[in-house]
């Protein structure tokens, strides 16, 4: 997906390395998509602390650059109909906690300038690996264009404590929140707009893990209660201010 936007293409693609789309259809119904492999020296990423060198996340957010009011953006609506789509009454609660957690940031940021880019996805450390001095990348499933400028941080941080150090929803908000602000600055995002940025993403990690169990996939054991509590705790506190 990322490789069709000419001058943005070969951008990424002199930052990334990321691998070759070598076929792209369906079969027996379902689509198909066959890339080239990882390279054969693939080491590692060293160190899940800290986050690969930010030209790469600022080479991939500026293809498709635009800047817009955040609540006038096609991402906001398109995350308050994703919000909208959880209508099964056993999420209700969940539902509701995403709708006041919305307005919320909405209240606080809505009329804020916002830039949007692509971005990967799933920045996370098993979805990167070295080879040589160049960084490769896979799992583009999530890349998609219009997500505000330093997303992708944010969900390298909260992986980081989620999935590596096994801390709970809430307690892994807390490190994107002391550690979002100084590595978005290194994207020129300021402080203010990195705060906005951990709220949008906690929506986007209780969106996704909601469809992923509404597709079959089930919740990570510890995550629903853990991103209840963040999103309603977040929720009163900007809503407090």
């Known amino acids: ?5 000419g001058n943005g293409q070969n951008a990424v693609r ?23 492999p990882l390279p054969s020296d693939l080491r590692r990423h060293p160190d899940f602390d800290e986050v690969p060198p930010y030209g790469l996340t600022a080479t ?7 800047t817009a009011r955040l609540a006038a953006s096609d991402y906001w609506a398109g995350t308050a109909r994703r919000i909208g789509a959880v209508t099964d009454p056993a999420e209700a609660d969940l539902r509701q906690a995403l709708l006041a957690h919305h307005d919320a940031i909405r209240a606080r940021w809505g009329d804020r300038p916002i ?23 896979w799992d583009w499933e999530y890349a998609a264009a219009g ?28 490190a ?8 978005a600055a290194d994207l020129g995002v300021d402080r203010e707009t990195a705060r906005c940025l951990a709220e949008l993403y906690l929506v986007e990690a209780a969106l996704r893990h909601h469809e992923l169990a509404a597709a079959g996939g089930g919740w990570t054991e510890s995550f629903r209660p853990g991103v209840l509590r963040a ?3 977040r929720a009163a506190r900007l809503s407090a201010r």
């Open 115 to 137: 830039e949007l880019g692509w971005w990967h996805g799933d920045w996370a450390p098993w979805n990167v690996g070295w080879s040589g001095s160049r960084i490769a990348v």
């Open 147 to 174: 997500v505000p400028k330093g997303m992708d941080l944010a969900h390298w941080h909260f992986q980081v404590g989620f999935v590596m150090r096994k801390e709970e929803p809430d307690v892994a908000m807390a």
């Open 60 to 66: 991939l957010a500026g293809v498709q650059a635009t």
């Open 1 to 5: 997906v990322v490789h069709r936007e």
């Open 176 to 183: 994107v929140d002391r550690l979002l602000p100084g590595t």
């Open 231 to 233: 999103l309603t705790g």
């Open 14 to 36: 002199s930052a990334l390395g990321a691998p070759a789309l070598l076929h792209s259809g369906r079969w027996r119904g379902r689509p198909l998509l066959v890339t080239s």
